[in-house]
């Protein structure tokens, strides 16, 4: 192994951990040393097909790594992770950061005692759409979420709050940055025996107020966030990877971005209404992602999303999905 690498291992090699490896294995920087899978005629596959060694246990991997990245099913993060951690080991853990607030409580505090990193892995975080955002002072007064998805097998685990909307809680609470006041949340099921569709609407202490609805009972996927504030919107859309802007100015300001504009007059002054569309740069959110983390592990950055984040997207989701099952009682 090539000591000015970062020695990383793979947990869970499903649809999701195939791409880990995919990106892992071509970083710069990174030794890809092995895989982990209970499915070890899967694992042998994928390991073969990224010139990777396959471990018949996650005590024999760590012996032989400095992180992980776990991309296992949910219901297995807080297990795997507990056991990497009190081995030493950084981590990083696909979302949500495990099944309830309890096991991410104990996961933060034996990564302070054990002196480790934790990522959490919530990809939209790093949606090349978002990165136009940081020109401005968001201060959001309203925002509007959408996150439909049709109905596939997989992610079915959970329920949609924690399979779908808790992306957009993770970008909510960064955006905002604010505790939250209060919740209303009501849901129902459809096709599974879980909570299909779900709606929420947060009031933050400073005010903002956000509606988000997540569904994967839909025809066609839909991602879309808006942001409405004082003489500011803008919506985005995931999906297309599109940035969209409208901000009201004075009249004899400039703005070289300006795509179009259209003159108003409001309490007798003249103003104007000007359409931006930033453009946004191709990127692969996980390949941003898994960098991060090699860099959080030479300790040369912080996490994107670290362990405290994914906690409190998680509290946040847990809230909202047990007001919505009481309401069905």
Known sequence: MNKSHVAIGVVGVGHLGQHHVKHLSALAGVSLIGIYDQDLSRARTVAERHG???????????????????????????????????????VFIEKPITSTVAEADELLRLADEYRVQIQVGHIERVNPALLPLQSFDLKP???EVQRLAPYTA????????????????????????SPVKNIRA???????????IA?????????????LTSSRIAKDKVRKIKIFQKDLYITIDF???????YRVLDVDMSDPQALATAEFVRNGSARKIVYEKPPVPAADALQIELANFVQVVRGAASPIVDGKAGRDALDIATRIHDMILEDLL
């Open 141 to 143: 007064k309203y925002i």
């Open 52 to 90: 990777t060694r396959v471990f018949s246990s996650l005590t024999a991997l760590l012996q032989d790594v400095e992180a992980v990245s776990i991309v296992t099913p949910t219901s297995a993060h807080a297990d795997v992770a507990r056991e990497c951690i009190r081995a030493g080991k950084h």
């Open 186 to 196: 009501s849901g129902v099921s459809i096709m599974t025996e879980s909570v299909d």
């Open 199 to 211: 709606n929420a609407r947060i009031r933050f202490q400073n005010g903002t107020v956000a509606s």
């Open 239 to 245: 999906l297309l990877g599109l940035t969209e802007v």
């Open 154 to 177: 997989r992610g079915t685990d959970v329920p949609v709050v924690l399979d779908l909307m808790i992306h957009d809680l993770d970008i909510l609470l960064a955006l905002v940055n």
